[in-house]
């Protein structure tokens, strides 16, 4: 049994996990990269296997840093299985067309402006190559085992950090490998918790805030500050937020601070992306996995403005009233936000507001260091206030991870550190081998070993 690291090394971006047992080979996610332009480009190359090799492809979640790759997968020879939660094969009917969508567009725009370096600029991957890949998909459910191809059997459990979230156990040859995806909080406001995982003898572990502890102070006293401060300058308060997840719970969070007196009740909060719409649906049909009730379901999709067209989008740019806007895309990487960050980065009245981590390289990164950014070829001041708020995040923190690893009754024989950047995930593998005496590494890009 080996495995080869293809993603999620050095970064929080481009999940790829292959395990080869015999002549069977899984891939465990198929994620986009994004951030440094060195990251990248590795969507544009090739995988060391051939697509048409692989027996099957397995999901941890939806999002496109664990999900974007596979319409390139399936165009370039994969025609195996797509095994995932049921939640995560919904979230994807609805995610993998849009990013197609948005790719073909931003390529089409890029080539009428002239503003790009390839000429002409192609689109990585379309909304057909998006909607075939579909076709593979076969979602399981928790806790049921399945076999992705020849030597391997597998489950899912849940990990809490988006609706559909997985942690999954492949084993072969009587060993068993654990990846845990992104890990949720075990008092998320939203989400139900991680499940308890008690043995395997390796384990992938993420470390997106491996270096550090979330605020303990309750993010809508933060959020609500913000808020009313931009408000009552005049300002937009932009909010950058993954559009599975943290939209849904920043627009519950505006629920609660508009009941609350904390935020203007009349202040117009607009959530543009039809994407989000539809992904807050399906809290109505996945209960098991979050904490709301039927009136707080429907309070996510009550009390806020969904922005459908595109049309409706560029007249809100045009507004310089006070109201709260939230547009997909955590880390700023494209589709509608960045329109609104053209509009609104260079008014001093306004606040961009981040809801997660910023992947280096990104704009949400540079926005955050202060620096001017590029939008669609052109450079776009920045003069309104930036903030962060990190306990909005879905992802489990440094202490949490490490309670989480402390349910398993037996340290692994080696748990590998992925999906953070370089200072997080190292800082998180002296506190694994100080606190639990685990035998820890974080791999480097395209790492290939033996689990013997």
């Keep these: ?91 994807c009917k609805i995610l993998l067309p849009d990013k197609g969508l948005q790719l073909e567009e931003e390529a089409s725009h890029a080539n009428r402006r002239g503003f790009s370096k390839h000429s002409p600029a192609l689109a990585l991957y379309c909304e057909a190559d998006a909607r075939n890949a579909l076709r593979l998909f076969a979602p399981v459910a928790f806790a049921t085992p399945f076999q992705p191809g020849g030597a391997f059997t597998a489950r899912l459990a849940p990990g809490g950090h988006i609706l559909g979230a997985s942690i999954v156990q ?38 997106t805030y491996g270096n550090r502890r ?22 937009v308060t932009l909010i950058a937020a993954a559009t599975l997840g943290r939209a849904q ?10 009941q609350s007196g904390q935020i203007p009740a009349l202040l117009p909060v607009y959530l543009d992306s039809p994407l989000a719409r539809d992904a807050s649906a399906l809290f109505q049909t996945h209960g098991a996995e979050h904490r709301l009730d039927a009136g707080q379901c429907a309070a996510l999709r009550q009390g806020v403005t969904i922005v459908n067209s595109m049309h409706e989008s560029i007249a809100l740019g045009a507004q310089r009233a006070p109201m709260v806007l939230i547009a997909g ?90 999906h953070g950047e370089p200072d997080a995930a190292d800082e998180l593998r002296q506190r694994i081998a100080r606190q639990l005496n685990w035998n820890c590494r974080v791999p480097s890009y395209a790492d290939s070993m033996e689990l013997a």
Aim: proline residues 5%; contains cysteine; hydrophobic residues 40%.
């Design 1 to 91: 049994m080996h495995i080869q690291f293809l993603g999620a090394n050095g970064t929080v971006t481009g999940a790829k996990y292959l395990v080869r047992a015999g002549r069977s080979q899984v891939l465990v996610d198929c994620g986009l990269f994004d951030g440094y332009k060195q990251h990248r480009l590795r969507n544009w190359e090739g995988l060391p296997v051939a697509p048409a090799e692989l027996d099957a492809v397995i999901l941890t979640q939806a999002d496109l840093d664990h999900s974007g790759y596979l319409p390139v997968l399936v165009r370039n020879g994969f025609r195996g299985k797509v095994f995932c939660s049921e939640a995560t094969y919904e979230l």
């Design 170 to 207: 492949l084993t072969a040859q009587g060993k068993t490998i654990t990846f845990s995806g992104d890990l949720g909080r075990p008092n998320d406001p939203l989400m139900a918790p991680p499940a308890r995982m008690e043995h395997t003898d390796y384990l992938v572990v993420e470390s």
């Design 329 to 418: 895309s955590a880390m700023a990487s494209g589709g509608r936000v960045l329109h609104h960050l053209a509009a609104f980065a260079s008014d001093p009245r306004n606040t961009i507001l981040f809801a997660g981590c910023q992947a280096g390289g990104t704009r949400g990164a540079a926005l955050l260091a202060g620096r001017s950014i590029k939008i669609h070829g052109e450079h776009v001041p920045l003069r309104a206030q930036v903030v962060q708020v990190h306990n909005l995040s879905g992802h489990a923190d440094a202490d949490e991870i490490l309670g989480w690893l402390a349910q398993f009754r037996h340290p692994p024989r080696q748990t590998f550190i992925t």
């Design 214 to 235: 979330h605020d303990p102070t309750d993010p809508a006293v933060l959020l609500g500050r913000t808020i009313g401060d931009t408000a009552a300058r005049g300002g």
């Design 249 to 258: 719970s920043l627009i519950y969070q505006m629920h609660l601070l508009k």
